[in-house]
């Protein structure tokens, strides 16, 4: 597609449900990145994919998130047994890889409201 | 391991009047340093990053910003502001030759009045 693709771009759900937030990147691009963004605060960075493989998941605040790519391309993020504090919103991003390859390309996000 | 302080969360200002907004960073590696700006309901788009080279970076729409290694700050500056400029700016930060971790500021917000 032209850009990163998110959906849903909304998601409320129940205290304790589980939820799937999806991520197209751009064709092409090897590298793929999750970041939440909290009301008032920066990007926090999640995990960081280049191909299927995710070198850096330091970012996932607990073992109730887990993420995974397939075939190189989408990207899902889960959110398991979800509390208040995982509202957010959450943003994909994706690049070519290569030091040269810095711009990250950004999704319009998912934002997640837990109730 | 870098980081990014935005000294400022909101910033109004005049239409047409200059305007400046302030990161600083630290980190104990070369670094490269970003600016992105995120309009209302829309993602986050590159405005203007530094890598190497001139300390002065101009990006889209007007802005620029300066890289000062002694000072560890890479402030944002406008001449001339337009009312669609009103966005969120964030300053981001990456290591250097090979990091992939871009660290993120908590954002300013620029408010530009009529």
């Known amino acids: 597609g032209a850009g990163v693709s998110q959906s849903p771009s909304n998601k409320v759900t129940e205290k304790g449900k589980d939820v799937e937030l999806r991520c197209d990147p751009i064709?092409?691009?090897?590298?793929l990145y999750w970041y939440r963004q909290s009301l008032g605060q920066g990007l926090e960075f999640l995990i960081y994919?280049?191909?299927?493989?995710?070198?850096?998941k330091s970012g996932l605040p607990s073992d109730r998130f887990s993420a995974e790519r397939t075939g190189g391309s989408v990207s899902t993020l889960t959110i398991q047994r979800t509390q208040q504090e995982d509202s957010a919103v959450y943003l994909c991003?994706?690049?070519?890889?290569?030091?040269?390859?810095?711009?990250?390309?950004f999704g319009q996000g998912t934002r997640l409201t837990v109730v | 391991a870098q980081s990014v302080t935005q000294l400022d969360s909101q910033v109004p200002v005049f239409e047409e009047a200059p305007v400046e907004l302030r990161c600083n960073y630290s980190s104990s590696v070369s670094v490269y340093l970003f600016w992105y700006v995120q309009y209302p309901n829309q993602g986050l788009q590159l405005l203007l990053k530094y890598l190497s080279g001139s300390t002065l970076v101009k990006g889209i729409n007007g802005f620029e910003a300066e890289f000062n290694k002694s000072q560890t700050s890479f402030h944002l500056r406008k001449p001339s502001v337009h009312i669609s400029d009103t966005a969120e700016y964030f300053c981001a930060v990456r290591a250097a030759g090979g990091g992939f971790k871009t660290i993120f500021g908590a954002g300013t917000r620029l408010f530009v009045k009529a």
């Open positions: 994919f280049q191909g299927n493989s995710a070198p850096d």
């Open positions: 064709s092409g691009h090897t590298a």
């Open positions: 991003a994706s690049s070519l890889v290569g030091a040269e390859h810095t711009e990250a390309f």
